[in-house]
């Protein structure tokens, strides 16, 4: 089977929709998606992308997504923060998130950066096994903390 690995086109973002959708569904939160293709189109294809996606294909097919951008760290400096690393279900196994995650290392370390930074959730014991045996450091002692647009409006309301 071959697979390859590019950058994202805006023709793209129909097929990466797609596989954040599915995400959602294996990570129990099917409703929680609120971004369209015109998001994705519009944020990461302007003058200043927002985001930076790589795409692997199968037989001309998009099987997987790494989804990343730059963020900065007060401790370390310059950080890719990779947003989501996502795989078809149906093709997982097949060595295309050691590819993707390849290529995002790669990209991270041609930026210069000094951390590529991620989150997984604690009950996905296959992506955490998968994360560790690459040599990365799954920080079990850190939550992570959002304040979601009514939780933003809900503080704000407060000042």
């Not at 929709?17 to 519009?42: G, H, M, N, Y």
């Not at 037989?59 to 900065?72: H, P, S």
């Not at 295309?96 to 959730?121: A, D, H, P």
């Amino acid at each position: 089977m071959k697979i390859s690995i590019r950058k994202a086109k805006k023709e793209d973002m129909a097929a990466v929709l797609k596989l954040i959708k599915e995400l959602a569904v294996f990570e129990k939160e099917p409703d929680a998606v609120e971004i369209s293709v015109a998001d994705l189109q519009r944020d990461g294809f302007k003058e200043q992308p927002e985001f930076e996606c790589f795409v692997a294909e199968v037989a001309e097919k998009i099987q997987g997504i790494a989804l990343v951008y730059k963020r900065y760290s007060t401790w370390k400096g310059s950080v890719l923060h990779l947003e989501d690393l996502i795989v078809s279900q149906n093709m997982r196994g097949h060595n295309i998130g050691t590819l993707l995650l390849n290529e995002v290392v790669r990209y991270g370390n041609q930026l210069g950066v000094k951390r590529i930074s991620w989150e997984v959730l604690d009950w996905n014991e296959p992506a955490i096994a998968f994360y560790e045996k690459k040599g990365a450091n799954v920080m079990r002692d850190w939550d992570v903390v959002h304040l979601n647009e009514k939780g933003i409006k809900a503080y704000l309301s407060k000042l």
